[in-house]
Nanobody
Framework: QVQLVESGGGLVEAGGSLRLSCAAS????????MGWFRQAPGKEREFVAT????????SYADSVKGRFTISRDNAKNTVLLQMNSLKPEDTAVYYC?????????????????WGQGTQVTVSS
């Protein structure tokens, strides 16, 4: 059974930084693309960033491009999301997802498994 466990969320002031981590277990991590999505209160879950199976390709939502960086360590079965220059509108629950394929994808329907989420709150 695949398990994804996020950590690293918290409360930060606008302009600050956080690093989210997602630890995966249950199937060969390096065979699958990974992604981060977020959901704010009253809104649908939205794409944030995705990384291919070996990390050679990444893609970002326009709203976070230039501020967030996704990376992965296949030896540690971990995917990271470095978030800089945070804004109040980044406040949301952030979810790690594991795709059913190797390539980057911004479509949530292409993800087989999800973590429980970690809260990120950015104060103004």
């Amino acid at each position: 059974q695949v398990q994804l466990v996020e950590s690293g969320g918290g409360l930060v002031e606008a302009g600050g930084s956080l690093r989210l981590s997602c630890a995966a277990s249950g199937r060969t991590f390096s065979n699958y693309a990974m992604g981060w999505f977020r959901q704010a209160p009253g809104k649908e879950r939205e794409f944030v960033a995705t990384i291919s199976w070996r990390g050679g390709s990444t893609s970002y939502a326009d709203s976070v491009k230039g501020r967030f960086t996704i990376s992965r360590d296949n030896a540690k079965n971990t995917v990271l999301l470095q978030m800089n220059s945070l804004k109040p509108e980044d406040t949301a629950v952030y979810y790690c997802g594991q795709s059913r394929g190797m390539l980057v994808t911004d479509q949530s329907r292409n993800y087989d498994y999800w973590g429980q989420g970690t809260q990120v709150t950015v104060s103004s």
